[in-house]
Nanobody, 119 residues
Framework: QVQLVESGGGLVQAGGSLRLSCAAS????????MGWYRQTPGKQRELVAG???????NYAESMKGRFTISGDNAKNTVYLQMNSLKPEDTAVYYC?????????????WGQGTQVTVSS
């Protein structure tokens, strides 16, 4: 099992910044990919950004240029730096990890952290 613990959410004014952290623990040796998703009430969870163990990143189009994902393999932690925040970025942000073991893919999720951007 993999446990993911997010931190860093909160309330910020539009134009401000926040940095989210996601610390992984447990059976982390075969985690290949970690990322961030977000969800607002009544909507599907959507990808924000992801990063592979090798450092390759991908972003949702609307987050490019404002959000940066990074990882620290030594600390088993992934970060999401969010700049120029907008009220529409308000959501619960979830950390996601993918482990591939013996040819099977396993998904793990954190409990979520609330980000609220006021106008």
């Amino acid at each position: 099992q993999v446990q993911l613990v997010e931190s860093g959410g909160g309330l910020v004014q539009a134009g401000g910044s926040l940095r989210l952290s996601c610390a992984a623990s447990g059976s982390i040796f075969s985690i290949n990919y970690m990322g961030w998703y977000r969800q607002t009430p009544g909507k599907q969870r959507e990808l924000v950004a992801g990063i592979t163990r090798g450092g390759n990143t991908n972003y949702a189009e609307s987050m490019k240029g404002r959000f940066t994902i990074s990882g620290d393999n030594a600390k088993n932690t992934v970060y999401l730096q969010m700049n120029s925040l907008k009220p529409e970025d308000t959501a619960v942000y979830y950390c996601h990890a993918v482990r591939i073991l013996n040819g099977r893919e396993y998904d793990f999720w954190g409990q979520g952290t609330q980000v609220t951007v006021s106008s």
